[in-house]
């Protein structure tokens, strides 16, 4: 690769998101939950939409949810992207909460094949998928295997 600039990382220590990627290192799906009323916090902004509450708890989620909407980016607008395209950016509504929806990247799919609804699942792999190892390990989420094979 001839370009300079790196491949585009996420701030690992960057406070209100930090939890995320540490439990996506342990392999699991976690998202900040208001501990008084139960909503979800996400994106967090440090306090409760519904009932302004400031206690909030990082909680494990099932990983499952269903896709809300997507884009495939054919042309990487960001060059250290190019050896992942063309990939899917997606929108994924969490089962544990309809109105919770968090943006990841759609792997082991076929873009043709995608439908609003259909229901995804969380898949733990490098960000930098397939192209490129980053040593960082993202929630990203893949169609619902029926058959409980792995194409990912
Ligand atoms: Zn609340």
New binding site residues.
């Given amino acids: 690769m001839t370009d300079s600039k790196p491949f585009p990382l996420p701030d690992l220590g960057h406070g209100p998101t930090a939890p995320l990627w540490a439990a996506a290192a342990r392999n699991e799906f976690a998202l900040p939950r208001?501990?008084?009323?139960?909503?979800f916090?996400w994106y967090p902004k440090g306090?409760?939409?519904?009932?302004?509450?400031e206690?909030i708890e990082w909680v494990p989620l099932s990983g499952r949810g269903t896709l809300f909407s997507w884009a495939v980016v054919k042309r990487a607008l960001h060059k250290p992207l190019a050896p992942i395209a063309p990939y899917v950016s997606a929108i994924v509504v969490i089962d544990e909460d309809r109105l919770t929806r968090f943006v990841t990247r759609l792997i082991a799919c076929d873009p043709q094949a995608l439908h609003a609804g259909m229901p995804v699942e969380v898949r733990f792999a490098d960000l930098g998928y397939p192209a490129l190892e980053t040593g960082i390990v993202a929630p990203l989420f893949a169609p619902t295997t029926t058959n409980g094979r792995d194409e990912g």
């Fill in positions: 208001c501990e008084t009323c139960g909503t916090d306090h409760c939409r519904k009932c302004n509450g206690k």
